[in-house]
């Protein structure tokens, strides 16, 4: 070969890589500018859903927490009956909901006159809840939230402004970021006033403005900032240093980013979350693309289209320009994928109490959520079994049809109380089910569940009797109710037995109140150390016990109250040493109603008082 006509060749695929190679450098430079442009905005919609949805779920929280109190039975009584007794339980209700939620700093009840009825404050440094005294109780007549929610229609929330706390008329130091929600109270269409809680919304916010991709900022419908990347330009409007996003980018025409739900330019972004605060603030969510972030994109850019270019250049093949747009799209593809996989996993990460373990129930994997639930490190549960959460309060059965039915390859759902490394205890509605891999072999388990530990406290704290921890009169009523369905519907025997202490009065009047407090805790760890598992106890009023006596005819019942009487007639009580007890038994009979059964046994003991005392009489 002529060695001229070999260079020349040589020249001209020379030529032809490199316009080659110039072509897909500037072509494939527009694909990944819109490519970053594409994967800017998309992040930017997946951190304003993200952080949407986790407002979303803490509005609803408060939402949830005022609905349980108005709806609570202990609120309810007080409503119905604002006696001191009834007074003071809806007191120590409103104290545990503030003890079981840090961000709650007051918690209020004000009557329809606008008068402070109940409060609950925490304390300053060491986060201790306390009730307010009677006397410093004010009137809230003319407050703005007090004449805002006494209008709004029952079931109905009312929300303020996200501001600052003020106290003394000066605002609180350190900032104390406040938000409060309140709800209207009614009784047989008449209003009663409102419940109203003082949220710290610090979290909340320092979580919304998390981001290591853009700057966040939290604005108003006028454009004063609430949160600002440079934190002495928050509360602008309170702290009165006219900071507003008209005057921060002032060539970006900001007002479009207020007017709209939803807006873009440039490396900016808006998103309207009033659909998640309801208080009328319009407030916006505005994201500017971080300079790293966005100089660490475009470098990353130039260096995959360098390197491109070069590949072509060198191979000097006509096609080239394809193989440069393919690397391109199957990067944009991966990018996108990867992204959202990561955020969704996350966000899942952070809120979701979910782990898997092995087939022998040693831990796999667990979330960041649930670690922080039970005070574990990642690092000490990894290898460890699933029942090291166990608190030993949920009974055995409830254990061996979990391990029935998801070994038999089904979902198992139900509730289990579980203690943290602390030993303190919590409750979770769970759903536990069986993981197979891509060959369908059983590989583990994966449980999913949610925190239900204050809808428990505030049931806890509705059927039981607070002085003797056993049902009172409320869960009595229900649990007569539901047994005389069982009785209508399977035809099964029900007795009740009636008891009280002889001459208690004498205890009360000779020693004291509170040696008739211990005389009653006694006795009840007495009953129900000596009655069936299937019977149901509880404190009926004053002195006087009620046993339920289920699948349980006359003498059964009668032959069980026998036992209980010789068993407290030989117990010798602390301080007043030994005392009798008197029973009144009565069994179902065909036409009974709760109210007749009742008077039967209340009748019979009756009886048994007249005739002696210490005494069982049945019929």
């Known amino acids: 070969m002529n060695s001229k006509i070999y260079l020349r060749f040589i020249i001209y695929f020379l030529l032809f890589g490199l316009v080659v190679s110039f072509a897909t450098f500037f072509i494939n430079s527009i694909v990944q500018s819109k490519n970053i442009t594409k994967e800017i905005r998309k992040n930017a919609q997946h951190f304003v859903e993200a952080q949407e949805n986790m407002s979303r779920l803490y509005i609803h929280h408060l939402e949830q927490d005022l609905y349980s109190i108005i709806n609570n039975p202990l609120f309810l009584d007080y409503i119905k009956d604002s006696s001191v007794e009834n007074l003071t339980l809806v007191q120590k209700l409103f104290l545990n909901v503030l003890m079981a939620n840090k961000a709650y700093f007051q918690l209020r009840f004000i009557n329809s006159q606008g008068k402070e009825v109940i409060r609950i404050e925490r304390q300053k440094g060491n986060n201790k809840a306390f009730i307010v005294d009677e006397k410093n109780l004010q009137d809230k007549s003319q407050?703005?939230?007090?004449?805002?929610?006494?209008?709004?229609?029952?079931?109905?929330?009312?929300?303020?402004?996200?501001?600052?706390?003020?106290?003394?008329?000066?605002?609180?130091?350190?900032?104390?970021?406040?938000?409060?929600?309140?709800?209207?109270?009614?009784?047989?269409?008449?209003?009663?006033?409102?419940?109203?809680?003082?949220?710290?919304?610090?979290?909340?916010?320092?979580?919304?403005?998390?981001?290591?991709?853009?700057?966040?900022?939290?604005?108003?419908?006028?454009?004063?900032?609430?949160?600002?990347?440079?934190?002495?330009?928050?509360?602008?409007?309170?702290?009165?240093?006219?900071?507003?996003?008209?005057?921060?980018?002032?060539?970006?025409?900001?007002?479009?980013?207020?007017?709209?739900?939803?807006?873009?330019?440039?490396?900016?972004?808006?998103?309207?979350?009033?659909?998640?605060?309801?208080?009328?603030?319009?407030?916006?969510?505005?994201?500017?693309?971080?300079?790293?972030?966005?100089?660490?994109?475009?470098?990353?850019?130039?260096?995959?289209?360098?390197?491109?270019?070069?590949?072509?250049?060198?191979?000097?093949?006509?096609?080239?320009?394809?193989?440069?747009?393919?690397?391109?799209?199957?990067?944009?593809?991966?990018?996108?994928?990867?992204?959202?996989?990561?955020?969704?996993?996350?966000?899942?990460?952070?809120?979701?109490?979910?782990?898997?373990?092995?087939?022998?129930?040693?831990?796999?994997?667990?979330?960041?959520?649930?670690?922080?639930?039970?005070?574990?490190?990642?690092?000490?549960?990894?290898?460890?079994?699933?029942?090291?959460?166990?608190?030993?309060?949920?009974?055995?059965?409830?254990?061996?049809?979990?391990?029935?039915?998801?070994?038999?390859?089904?979902?198992?759902?139900?509730?289990?109380?579980?203690?943290?490394?602390?030993?303190?205890?919590?409750?979770?509605?769970?759903?536990?089910?069986?993981?197979?891999?891509?060959?369908?072999?059983?590989?583990?388990?994966?449980?999913?569940?949610?925190d239900i530990t204050s809808k428990k406290l505030y049931q806890l704290i509705s059927e039981h009797d607070k002085l003797t921890n056993i049902y009172n009169r409320h869960k009595l009523d229900k649990t007569l109710e539901e047994e005389f369905q069982r009785v209508a519907r399977y035809n099964v025997e029900l007795s009740l037995i009636i008891l009280d202490i002889d001459h208690f009065k004498s205890v009360n009047d000779t020693y004291g109140h509170q040696v008739g407090d211990s005389v009653l805790i006694e006795l009840t760890k007495l009953l129900r150390t000596n009655i069936r598992n299937t019977d149901i106890i509880g404190r009926w009023g004053g002195e006087e016990f009620l046993i339920i006596c289920t699948n349980t005819n006359l003498k059964g019942a009668y032959d069980l109250a026998e036992h209980l009487r010789e068993k407290v007639a030989a117990y010798n009580f602390t301080t007043v040493g030994h005392k009798t007890s008197s029973f009144g038994v009565a069994a179902y009979s065909e036409g009974d109603t709760i109210e007749s059964l009742l008077k039967r046994a209340d009748d019979n003991l009756y009886k048994a008082k007249e005739s002696g005392r210490n005494k069982v009489v049945s019929t």
């Open 143 to 450: 407050r703005y939230y007090f004449k805002e929610t006494i209008k709004h229609e029952h079931g109905t929330y009312w929300y303020s402004k996200l501001d600052l706390n003020v106290e003394h008329e000066k605002i609180e130091e350190p900032y104390r970021p406040t938000m409060r929600i309140s709800i209207p109270v009614t009784f047989k269409n008449k209003s009663q006033g409102l419940v109203i809680i003082n949220v710290d919304m610090s979290d909340l916010l320092h979580l919304l403005q998390t981001s290591n991709e853009f700057y966040v900022y939290l604005v108003d419908k006028e454009g004063y900032f609430i949160l600002h990347p440079d934190n002495k330009k928050s509360w602008s409007r309170y702290l009165g240093t006219k900071y507003t996003l008209m005057n921060e980018f002032v060539n970006e025409t900001p007002k479009k980013f207020l007017q709209n739900e939803s807006y873009q330019r440039d490396n900016m972004y808006s998103f309207s979350l009033e659909k998640v605060f309801k208080n009328g603030e319009d407030i916006h969510l505005v994201l500017r693309t971080h300079d790293n972030y966005l100089a660490s994109l475009h470098e990353d850019s130039s260096k995959l289209t360098l390197y491109l270019a070069l590949l072509i250049f060198f191979i000097s093949v006509p096609t080239g320009i394809i193989i440069a747009f393919k690397p391109a799209k199957i990067q944009e593809a991966l990018h996108r994928t990867l992204n959202e996989n990561l955020k969704k996993t996350d966000i899942i990460d952070k809120y979701v109490l979910t782990f898997t373990t092995d087939t022998d129930g040693r831990f796999n994997t667990i979330s960041t959520a649930l670690c922080n639930l039970t005070g574990y490190e990642r690092s000490e549960l990894i290898g460890e079994k699933a029942s090291i959460f166990q608190s030993g309060n949920t009974s055995h059965e409830t254990y061996r049809k979990l391990w029935d039915t998801i070994s038999s390859g089904n979902a198992w759902h139900g509730e289990l109380q579980d203690k943290n490394k602390d030993g303190d205890l919590f409750w979770l509605e769970t759903t536990i089910l069986p993981l197979y891999d891509e060959h369908h072999i059983f590989t583990g388990y994966m449980s999913i569940s949610s």
